[in-house]
Structures are given as C-alpha cells and as structure tokens.
C-alpha cells in the first residue's frame, strides 16, 4: 500500500521528471545558424582607408568574426605586413579568411607565401570583365588552373567571384558555364554573389547544387523589391532581410552543399553610412534562422 510519503515523493519526481521529458520529445529542433558572420572590406573601404584600427574595432564589436580583403589602394594588408594585419584582426576577433586579387603567376606565388604565413584560407580572383567571344573565357580557365596550383602549392585554395558578365551569354553559351566546365575542381572553387546571380535571372540554388561542393564561398546582399531603373548609377541593391531574396532557404541550401564562408558587401548604401549598413546586416544575420 502506498503511504502518503511515498506518494508525495513519487508525485514530485514525476513533476520534475516531465518537463524534461516535454523539452526533449516535442521541442522543435534547434534552428541552424550560420557558422561565422564575415563581412568583405570593400564595403567599409572609405571607413578603412582613413582608420583601419579603429574601423576593425567597429566590425568586430559587431559581431562579425571573420573578414576577407581585396587589393586596394593600401594593398591587401591596408600598409601593413602580413603578420602585422593578421595580428590588428585578431586583438580585435577577427580573422582574415580570404582576399580578393587580381594579379598574375608571379603575384599570385608572392602573395600565396605570405597568405600561407598568417593561416589564410583563400585567394580569390575577381575581375575579368566581359570578353569578346566564349574562347577567351576558356583561356581564363586554363589562367585560373594555373593560380589554383600555385594556392595548392602553399597550402591555400583559389576560388573566382563571378559579377554580372559571365552570367550574360556568349556566343550561345554562359561564360559561367564555361568557367565551371573548364576549371578543375581540385584546383578552383566559386564564390557565389547571390545578388549578381539572380539579377541575370539565373537561379543561385542550381548553381549551388549542380556544382556541389564547388561554391564554398558566397557574398551577401540584397535586390531591391522595385529595381532602380536601368542604366542606374547606383545598383538594386539593399541591405539583407529587406529585399526579394529568399536568404534563409538559400544559405541552408549552401551549408548542405559545401559552402563555408558567408561575406556581407554591401554596393549601395540609403540614407546610411557604410558602417551602419554593416551593423544592421550583421544584425539580421545573428538572428537569421535557416530554412
């Protein structure tokens, strides 16, 4: 028979027992996230140019965690050494992943060594511009081969951020294709621009998949509801969570498919400072849940 302090005591384990018994069977599984926020200097290069500290402390306090160069007017280490960058970025939780270059083979082996130095991951190649027949995207694919061994060389990755143009046919054929076709997949990987991608009405999602695990770095931003009118100076573009770009489904298709590395950069900037913008899209990407 069960006494009534047998009974208290079965009652109270059992009111504590269920609300863990709640949580672990009906919950919903827990949201993905994005595994580091990052954000391409370019977009904060008037910022930078003038106070490349202070402009770092800014990003960092942010939220952002990771950071991808080009070649400015400082250069890809903003007048510093490599180690002297690399050191600015991290006293203030930074890491340098990536830059955008645009150099030749023997650039490209003296920027690899020092790349290779402080840990960086990739060297991106960012501007062609539109060529004159699909031949000569077939020979930028031999040239990219090329940077893609000399980053295999020192322990990098090469990858190419298509803008606008090669999505634009050429002689019956998308220069993108080409380029993907032509490359080796040991060597060159993408870095997908969601905004330039569906601007050219492709679909980022086929490329991402059909491709996989080839774009394993993409650029963030948004496209505008109502695109400015063509033959606009400024883009269509706006800050994430604001625009026409379904990024939930789209990063989650991403981080199925191999992508690693997720920059912000921001091209045009409404009633806001560049450093603004940039804190409003880190904002949205800390509490952007992945569908």
């Not at 008037?46 to 007017?73: C, F, H, R, V, W």
């Amino acid at each position: 028979m069960t006494n009534r302090r047998t009974f208290l005591k079965k009652t109270a384990l059992l009111a504590l027992s269920t609300p863990l018994l709640k949580s672990d069977l009906f919950a919903a599984p827990t949201a993905r996230k994005l595994p580091a926020l990052g954000i391409q200097l370019y977009m904060v290069k008037e910022d930078m140019e003038k106070d490349t500290p202070g402009t770092l402390a800014q990003i960092g306090k942010m939220g952002y965690t990771q950071i991808e160069s080009y070649g400015g007017n400082k250069g890809v280490f903003w007048g510093m050494n490599n180690k002297d960058f690399s050191k600015l970025a991290k006293d203030n939780g930074l890491t340098l992943v990536s830059t955008h270059f645009a150099g030749n083979a023997s650039e490209y082996e003296q920027l690899a060594a020092q790349a290779a130095e402080i840990g960086m991951k990739y060297l991106i190649y960012p501007w062609k511009g539109p060529q004159k027949s699909i031949d000569d995207f077939k020979h930028i694919a031999d040239e990219f081969n090329g940077y893609g061994a000399i980053c295999k060389k020192h322990g990098l990755r090469f990858a190419y951020h298509p803008h606008d143009y090669p999505y634009k046919p050429v002689d019956g054929q998308l220069p993108i294709d080409v380029l993907l076709a032509g490359t080796d997949k040991n060597l060159v990987d993408f870095q997908m621009d969601f905004y330039y991608t569906v601007t050219e009405g492709q679909n980022p999602e086929i490329y991402i998949k059909k491709h996989a695990p080839r774009f394993r770095l993409c650029h963030m931003r948004d496209v505008l509801k109502e695109r400015l009118p063509a033959g606009s100076e400024e883009e269509s573009a706006c800050d994430l969570g604001t625009g026409i770009i379904d990024y939930p489904h789209l990063l989650k298709t991403g981080l199925d498919n191999g992508m690693e590395y997720f920059f912000v950069e921001q091209s045009r900037f409404f009633k806001e400072t560049q450093l603004r913008s940039a804190a409003v899209n880190a904002g949205y990407l800390k509490t952007l849940k992945l569908g």
